[in-house]
């Protein structure tokens, strides 16, 4: 079977750093990381305060600890907000010992055509991610919806389903794929399989399994001794989300020409 050499060329500036992903020597993927002008990143999990409910945006203000406060729509407060809502109070209050969802009582969905000011009110704490960075004067675009995302996997808290992704074309291999990861889905979570899972052995989902509830065991530990706001989970870097999505026996070398990024 032929197997295609993959190379990662990271190239550092001042401001700046570029990774090029080769295949044979072709390159196949370009990408740019801006220095971070914020500690506000896609993907990262706070604990925050709603600041200010507004009933005419349907949406509310939350200080998450940015200079801006960052904006929350009612529509992306997710069918499991006061699931979600419950389970930071029991955290908090250490009523909720573990990380684990096993037992956990889910509550019931949010009116998906409800209003703003009869779910939120000022000084209430909320789990919530990033979705969009903070630009210019606008805060960070957020969701109380949580994902966590691996190589092969996204795991989802407070849900049971497993969905394929439909890019994968194998019928035989969706299958498969479903069976195995219901057969190892702690329970309280729900499971995506991305793409990049097609053809993979059990041993490989199930580290990328075991990576994502570790993720969920560091943000429980973080939110039991953060003071809010505080962020309690954060998303890695363009580096380790290239390696991440991309990294297997097929590649040959990873050229960095900054000695620190290495050792970091």
Known sequence: MYCMNKELIIR????????ALLKDGKLIELHKEEEKQSNF?????FIAKIRKPVAGLNAAFVNLGHEKDAFLHYQDLGPQYFTYRKFLKDTVSKKQQSSSLKNFQIQPETDKHG????VLAAGDEVLLQITKEPISTKGPRISTQISLTGRFLVL???????SVSKKIKSAEDKARLKTLIESIRPEGFGVIIRTVAEGKKVAELHNDMNQLVEKWN???KNIQKNKVPAKVLSEEDKASAILRDNFNQDFV???????QMVND
């Not at 550092?12 to 990774?19: C, M, Y």
């Not at 209003?115 to 009869?118: A, F, I, N, R």
């Not at 989802?156 to 497993?162: G, M």
């Open 12 to 19: 550092s500036g001042s401001n700046a750093v570029d990774f």
């Open 253 to 259: 070398s990873i050229i960095c020409d900054n000695e």
């Open 115 to 118: 209003t703003v000011d009869k």
């Open 156 to 162: 989802i808290p407070f849900d049971n389903k497993v």
């Open 41 to 45: 990143a896609v993907g990262d999990i």
């Open 218 to 220: 560091v943000c429980f």
